[in-house]
């Protein structure tokens, strides 16, 4: 090789390897990665129970690293015996968005940017009851509005999810309770389930979610309400970690109407079995043929 | 297995040597793909917000270019049908350009796909038997296996043709027929599963319309060969050289060289065929008294370096066998030089034309001083009765590098079929809508005339369909027979058919949201460096395949020349 065509690849190289080092650049801002446990972490149904101490121990250490504050993060299962129904009063409801708000604290949703489960629609008492008149941004001084009804929208938590049909890796299932979660350590962030979702229920992590340290709900589920990551879809689980320990989900429990009425389809006692054997009761988009588990019905 | 690395190190070698227009070319896409990987750099460090997406709209230009190069890698099929199934002459030549562009747009599509992941990092979770792979139940479980097995076809038959034309070998049949028949069903199958991805979506309908599978068909076969008939100008223009003096000696000869054949030439005998034979070994199977017979009229020839041996537009009954030496065949077409093949020991010259009895393709000429048998049509023809030598010839036949304006105007056809058959499904699907006019258009009335004061998609849509019709009434024209307006159509057709499949079907679907909120979309800087860096890569993929097969294909590239 001669000395000049020496030097013309040696500079033809470094330059290369500048540019691809300068094209690089951002990935220095990338902080710190996943740890190798993270990446290599199994799928949720595949965890052997001591696996799966090994895997809340981790998540507990990332939280408090993280968020500063050390959470109690337990692998809520669904009960026997036992299959979760929503049912929501739309005479009752007065659109105040108060679940709203208890669903973002409860959740430990993203602040910033903003990520809430709960859709309230503002309806126009005109006889047409289509969505594609809801408001969606109302701020009214007070509420309820004359003329209007308010249709709060959520998780319908469909007996036959397409959610779930449509996801290439099984990042999200339906619980024997009737809850559809998400392994949020699984989920490749592709968004096919937002799209096939017929009732804008799922959320996207566009970014890291960011939540105050002394906003956070230390009381987490694996399944529910722990910290997302960047780039993986969350929505509404009932309150995993709530409801599969006796309690009510935190939008039940908040309503100041009581609009809201959550319980146990399979227990003929409950108040939702009540409601749906004396209620006219109807589902949102039946035709789509999704069976939803939440129910909508009017007083009167 | 030593052989096709030494043949994959040479491929390597020789996509870095080019003149000035290559360099300039790879170069400017190399920076460009630079700049989409410092943007995706960007992305991955910041998250999917630096996109113009949203939960109201969670899919943009990402999947859209996506789902319009899944249309241009299953449009290699209109090349491979019309050769493999209908034995086209014209086109046969040019399926490797077809195989070769599918499988830039499906390196293109994986990119396109993985930008578009949250969590790029768990890639493996979609890797059948390492992860948890939802299949049949997932349309994108599908896409995955389909996408990549269609990778898997095309870079195999490629690599394998490519190999044995290094080789100067013919292909074995039952290695590759049986995958060129897969990968016709294959290429059908992606398209139709990226539709699927979509016509699955219940919640969604504006995509839920069984017309959208032909529909994707109709306009991957509009688009593809479209950019097909582009770059094999492209091609057919880089790889020719202008016609410069010394390329035109013998003009001043009279006829083919006839003053300086007297010279050297003498009657040939048999012990010239057995020199040849030693060179084609299928020769032998001709019976001694047949090698007798096609001996009359036949010619042993000494040429020098540069002598013409025949003359491309005349008409000559001979064909000429290289015994030793190199002839060089080259093409003029629209007034550049081309080299079609290049033909050594044991090789025939000249045999097409001699055999039809049509004008001469191109003009052969010595490379070095070289001895030729030629022999007279008549022979040739008797010859071919042996089965053996018969294929062996019919097979060379196809070997030639010819791009002519006649394949152009094959896929021209293709093009101009599938563009109307485009426009007419689209005008089903809005005629249906429109009509008895219901919930399901209000997607529909968004991308056509806005929709409560939201309006960024209707120039979309309008720009696409003007574009789409235009280039089908120019189609449809005579005057698109001239490359001039061909090539207007074509450049149409690919704008168009972007816009309509990207633009206007990813982002509309997504308009109103399922709960009638309207939230638009517009991709952000970012979001587009991305996409021109992965057009860049792609380019850049198919220029350097292109740069492997072309010399490899011209004869120019192969296992004789090892050094």
Known sequence: MSRRSFLRSTALLSAGVAAVAAGLAPLRKLGEFGSVDEFLQKYYKELTPEEMKAVIARIEAEVERQYGIRPHVRDYKPMNGVEFVYALNLTRCVGCRKCVHSCVAENNQSRNPEIQYIRVLKMPNDGTFDVDKGDHNYAPKSVPEPGFFYMPVQCQQCKNPPCVKVCPVKATWQEPDGITVIDYNWCIGCRYCEAACPYFARRFNFTTPSIPKEQINTNMSYLGNRPRYKGVMEKCHFCTQRTRAGRYPACVEVCPTGSRKFGNILDPESEVSYILKTKRVYVLKPELGTLPRFFYYFDI | ?563
């Open chain 2, 1 to 563: 297995m030593r052989n096709y690395l030494r043949f994959l190190w040479r491929c390597f070698g020789v996509s870095f040597v080019g003149d000035w227009r290559y360099y300039t070319w790879v170069g400017t896409l190399t920076a460009l793909c630079l700049l989409g990987i410092n943007a995706y750099a960007k992305q991955f460090v910041a998250g999917l917000e630096l996109t113009g997406m949203s939960d109201q709209v969670s899919w943009g230009v990402y999947i859209a270019n996506f789902t319009f190069l899944v249309g241009m890698a299953a449009a290699a099929v209109m090349l491979v049908i019309p050769v493999y199934i209908y034995k086209n002459e014209d086109l046969h030549d040019l399926v490797i350009f077809g195989e070769l562009l599918a499988v830039a747009a499906i390196l293109m599509c994986l990119a396109f796909v993985t930008v578009d992941l949250g969590r790029p990092d768990r890639f493996w979770h979609l890797i059948p038997g390492i992860g948890v792979f939802h299949f049949p139940g997932s349309m994108l479980s599908w896409d995955v296996l389909v996408l990549n097995g269609y990778l898997v076809l095309n870079v195999y038959i490629c690599g394998y043709l490519l190999f044995c034309r290094y080789n100067n070998r013919k292909p074995a049949t039952w290695f590759y027929i049986p995958f060129v028949f897969t990968a016709i069903v294959w290429a059908i199958s992606i398209h139709t599963v990226t539709a699927f991805l979509y016509v699955g979506l219940g919640g969604r309908p504006f995509w839920n319309s069984s017309i959208v599978g032909p529909r994707f068909l109709a306009s991957a076969f509009t688009g593809g060969p479209a950019f097909i008939i582009l770059s094999l100008q492209v091609i057919r223009r880089a790889t020719a050289s202008k016609i410069l003096v010394s390329d035109q000696d013998g003009q001043g000869h009279p006829g083919p060289g006839k003053a300086a054949r007297d010279r050297f030439q003498r009657q040939a005998t048999l012990a010239d065929l057995d020199r040849l034979i030693d060179r084609l070994p299928e020769f032998r199977e001709v019976p001694l008294e047949e090698r007798q017979k096609c001996l009359a009229g036949a010619l042993h020839l000494d040429v020098a370096a540069g002598e013409v041996l025949l003359r491309q537009g005349e008409t000559s009954q001979e064909a000429f066998w290289v015994i030793e030496g190199k002839v060089v065949v080259r093409r003029e077409e629209n007034g550049r030089l081309r080299i079609t093949r290049t033909v050594g020991p044991g090789e025939l010259c000249g045999e097409v034309s001699a055999l039809s009895g049509t004008q001469r393709e191109a003009t052969a000429a010595a490379a070095m001083p070289s001895e030729i048998l030629s022999i007279p049509a008549d022979s040739l023809n008797r010859l071919m009765k042996t089965k053996k030598l018969h294929d062996v010839i019919t097979w060379r036949m196809g070997e030639r590098l010819m791009i002519s304006d006649r394949s152009l105007l094959i896929l021209r056809s293709i093009v101009q079929v599938s563009m109307i058959i485009n426009v007419f499904l689209l005008a089903n699907e809005i005629f249906t809508e429109f009509y008895n006019s219901n919930k399901h258009d209000v997607s529909w009335k968004y991308l056509i005339l806005g929709l409560k004061g939201y309006h960024a998609l209707v120039p979309w849509f309008w720009s696409a369909m003007t574009l789409n019709i235009t280039a089908m009434i120019i189609l449809m024209l005579p005057l698109s027979r001239t490359l001039k307006w061909l090539n207007v159509a074509c450049v149409l057709c690919i704008f168009g058919i972007w816009i309509e499949k990207g633009m206007g079907l990813v982002v509309p679907g997504f308009i109103p949201t399922p709960l009638g909120e309207m939230v638009e979309y517009l991709p952000t800087r970012n979001e587009t460096l991305i996409c021109v860096g992965i057009w860049a890569f792609g380019l850049l993929c198919f220029t350097i395949f292109l740069r492997m097969a072309v010399p490899i294909l011209q004869g120019q590239l192969s296992r004789s020349n090892e050094t």
